[in-house]
């Protein structure tokens, strides 16, 4: 839900962005390029649609080694975890470019020094109410 409502507020601002999940897919790819609009919003619900519990691609090297020259990226999910700590070996290009958004907020301390939001916050600092 959260990611779904995030997705909602960057196509209405009309941003172009990606999505990458490590959950499992099944019949849809997990990896979404960048793009804007209705359309690409209605295909980033159905990916979200798509997931399940279960562990698919592992969301570092996709970090690591994808993405638009100059893009930022937002890691977000239920608290740090183990892919916070393993964004810490990216490299610094692309560790100046990542902000994480726990669902929580939980482990923000994890982070060290990144910027961290918690879903609130971030609802706040955009003007929308939940």
């Given amino acids: ?6 997705a909602s507020l960057l196509a209405e601002s009309g941003a ?3 999505l990458a999940t490590d959950r499992l897919v099944r019949g849809f790819p997990s990896v979404l390029p960048f793009g804007r609009g209705s359309e690409h919003l209605g295909m980033v619900l159905e990916l979200l649609a798509r997931c ?5 691609m592992a969301i ?20 740090a ?6 964004s ?10 990542l902000i994480f958004i726990l669902a929580d907020g939980a482990g923000k301390e994890e982070l060290g020094s990144y910027p961290v939001l918690s879903f609130e916050e971030l609802l706040k600092a955009s003007g929308a109410e939940r």
């Fill in 81 to 86: 975890g183990e892919a916070g700590k393993k």
């Fill in 1 to 6: 839900m959260v990611l779904a409502s995030l």
């Fill in 88 to 97: 810490l070996g990216l490299p610094t290009a692309r560790r100046d470019r």
């Fill in 16 to 18: 172009s962005f990606a």
């Fill in 52 to 56: 399940e519990p279960g562990r698919g």
């Fill in 60 to 79: 570092m090297p996709l970090l690591a080694g994808a993405g638009a020259a100059g893009a930022g990226y937002a890691l977000v999910s239920r608290s």
